[in-house]
Nanobody, 127 residues
Framework: QVQLVESGGGLVQPGESLTLTCTHSPMAAIYYIGWFRQSPGKAREGVACIRKLDLDTHYSDSVSGRFTIARGSESNTVILRMNALKPENTGVYFC?????????????????????WGQGTQVTVSS
């Protein structure tokens, strides 16, 4: 089974940037890898996902334009670059393995479509 491990979380002030790294065991590039956030008292929500095969990416509306998901410098990594962070971005960030494709018109960031979740890394945005 594929294993994924998140790293890079920390405490930052509003407006600052942070980069998270998802390190995964060998996986075919056709599968999506997604980042999700879980905030206290809220359901896990999708943030962004990428398919390394063709660099197809999807973002939630709340982070579009501020966050960037990309292949990492090492072949078994995916990064999430988070700019202009806000207090509402606080939470535990998870990465997970997604499917090879999504149905037309379907969301690419439904947590039910993902598996092999990592343990998460805490991101706190506070002044």
């Amino acid at each position: 089974q594929v294993q994924l491990v998140e790293s890079g979380g920390g405490l930052v002030q509003p407006g600052e940037s942070l980069t998270l790294t998802c390190t995964h065991s060998p996986m075919a590039a056709i599968y999506y890898i997604g980042w999700f956030r879980q905030s206290p008292g809220k359901a896990r929500e999708g943030v962004a996902c990428i398919r390394k095969l063709d660099l197809d990416t999807h973002y939630s509306d709340s982070v579009s334009g501020r966050f960037t998901i990309a292949r990492g410098s090492e072949s078994n990594t995916v990064i999430l670059r988070m700019n202009a962070l806000k207090p509402e971005n606080t939470g535990v960030y998870f990465c997970a393995k997604g499917p090879q494709r999504f149905d037309a018109g379907a969301s690419a960031l439904r947590s039910d479509d993902y598996e092999s979740w990592g343990q998460g890394t805490q991101v706190t945005v506070s002044s």
